[in-house]
């Protein structure tokens, strides 16, 4: 079983500051990392993609990816009690089409 | 935008009964996945499909089957429903490549008594 471990939190973070959110992966040969934010009763939507080694920005958030250590991460800067929800993690295999999730870490952000 | 349609949005279903949940997706999509979502389980993949007519187990089949006849249609089947399939039931596609960005449907909320 290829497993995505992402700690269940809840992560409570102050508005403005920086909420930090971890996943580790098991399959070696993944090679695509996605990064979901779900709102309680809604399903997920994607907040950003990554492929490579290294940062990817856009906007508030940075996702960050090391494939040598499996470990995958998402900033989001300037947080804000919007921000507050579910982070999924979800990763591809190498030839795979689906996503394999973890389960989630809860992110509340307070005023 | 990916526009991934699913129909029955809340279902209320007797045990033993066969159940339909439909997803239509506007994008001309090659792959198209249905998953569930349960508190403490996360998302859990049941069928995928990556052509007309060709379909895929994941992780969770048991109990469930799928159609596909158009490309723009993945049906997921509940040959008879049981409590433990009380559920969210989500459909995904994406484009072709092994690889690219999966889009979710609204969702279903399927309870069976």
């Known amino acids: 079983q290829k497993e995505v471990e992402q700690n269940s939190g809840p992560l409570s973070v102050p508005e403005g500051a920086i909420a930090s959110l971890n996943c580790t992966y098991s399959?070696?040969?993944?090679?695509?990392f996605f990064w979901y934010r779900q709102y309680s009763g809604k399903s997920p939507e994607l907040i950003m993609s990554i492929y490579s080694n290294g940062d990817k920005e856009d906007g508030r958030f940075t996702a960050q990816l090391n494939k040598a250590s499996q470990y995958v991460s998402l900033l989001i800067r300037d947080s804000q009690p919007s921000d507050s929800a579910t982070y999924l993690c979800?990763?591809?295999?190498?030839?795979?089409?689906?996503?394999?999730f973890g389960k989630g870490t809860s992110l509340l952000v307070t005023p | 935008d990916v526009k991934v349609t699913q129909s029955s949005r809340y279902l209320v279903k007797r045990t033993g009964e066969k159940v339909f949940l439909e997803c239509v997706q506007d994008?001309?999509?090659?792959?198209m996945f249905w998953y569930r979502q349960d508190p403490g389980l996360g998302l859990r993949l049941i069928y995928f499909?990556?052509?007309?007519?060709?379909?895929e187990k994941g992780d969770i089949p048991e109990g469930y089957s799928v159609s596909r006849e158009k490309k723009e249609r993945f049906s997921l089947i509940l040959e008879s429903a049981s409590t433990n399939q009380t559920s969210m039931y989500l459909c995904?596609?994406?484009?072709?490549?092994?690889?690219?960005?999966?889009?979710f449907g609204e969702g279903s909320w399927l309870t069976v008594v």
């Open positions: 995904a596609s994406s484009l072709g490549a092994s690889g690219n960005t999966i889009y």
């Open positions: 499909s990556y052509d007309v007519k060709m379909k």
């Open positions: 399959d070696r040969g993944s090679q695509s």
């Open positions: 994008m001309d999509h090659e792959n």
């Open positions: 979800a990763v591809i295999g190498n030839s795979g089409y689906a996503l394999n």
